[in-house]
T-cell receptor, first 116, second 112 residues
Framework: AQSVTQLGSHVSVSEGALVLLRCNYSSSVPPYLFWYVQYPNQGLQLLLK??????LVKGINGFEAEFKKSETSFHLTKPSAHMSDAAEYFC??????????????FGKGTMLLVSP | DGGITQSPKYLFRKEGQNVTLSCEQNLNHDAMYWYRQDPGQGLRLIYY???????QKGDIAEGYSVSREKKESFPLTVTSAQKNPTAFYLCASSIRLNTEAFFGQGTRLTVV
């Protein structure tokens, strides 16, 4: 079964600092990987996705993530945090398998706090 | 505008009553999903459907039921058998199962 681990339920940064949110996945087949953002009382919005093309994926709002197969990681980064980045972030994994396709499995989320 | 519409945004019900949450999409997606979100637990899959008139149980289907009579619609019924129904419910859709999912704005259900 696929799974995702997000290290740190809360991450605090200062405005202008580097944002690093960690995601590790378990896999026996090549994964598809996603990062979503959720603002309070709203649905999830896709930030970026990896589907076996370039290992460095650029997304919206200046975020990017790098797929590292050797580390089974897909960490999310942004060079300079803005106050508007404060939200909860979810990593998700899915697979295309010979007998069908898997649904997305989500991590437990990381709340990003940005201080002035 | 294409998207997913969930209604209502807030819902209050008395314990022991069944309640149905609406989800409609105009993205022409085949797959639709219901997730439950509780603080600190991420998203947990309740039910999903790959095609009209077919649906599968997810990880926490007990106490819930769904139907998929139309491609655009995937309503979720929270029955009285669900022991702890108060939660934030999210509906989503995708082209197929393993592709990116698009989410509605959610329904917050409170059972008193």
């Amino acid at each position: 079964a696929q799974s995702v681990t997000q290290l740190g339920s809360h991450v605090s940064v200062s405005e202008g600092a580097l944002v690093l949110l960690r995601c590790n996945y378990s896999s026996s087949v090549p994964p598809y990987l996603f990062w979503y953002v959720q603002y309070p009382n709203q649905g999830l919005q896709l930030l970026l996705k990896y589907t076996s093309a370039a290992t460095l994926v650029k997304g919206i709002n200046g975020f990017e993530a790098e797929f590292k197969k050797s580390e089974t990681s897909f960490h999310l980064t942004k060079p300079s945090a803005h106050m508007s980045d404060a939200a909860e972030y979810f990593c998700a994994v899915s697979y295309g398998i010979p007998s069908g396709y898997s649904t997305l499995t989500f991590g437990k989320g990381t709340m990003l706090l940005v201080s002035p | 505008d294409g998207g997913i519409t969930q209604s209502p945004k807030y819902l209050f019900r008395k314990e022991g009553q069944n309640v149905t949450l609406s989800c409609e999409q105009n993205l022409n997606h085949d797959a639709m999903y219901w997730y439950r979100q509780d603080p600190g637990q991420g998203l947990r899959l309740i039910y999903y459907s790959q095609i009209v008139n077919d649906f599968q149980k997810g990880d926490i289907a007990e106490g819930y039921s769904v139907s998929r009579e139309k491609k655009e619609s995937f309503p979720l019924t929270v029955t009285s058998a669900q022991k702890n129904p108060t939660a934030f419910y999210l509906c989503a859709s995708s082209i197929r199962l393993n592709t990116e999912a698009f989410f509605g704005q959610g329904t917050r259900l409170t059972v008193v």
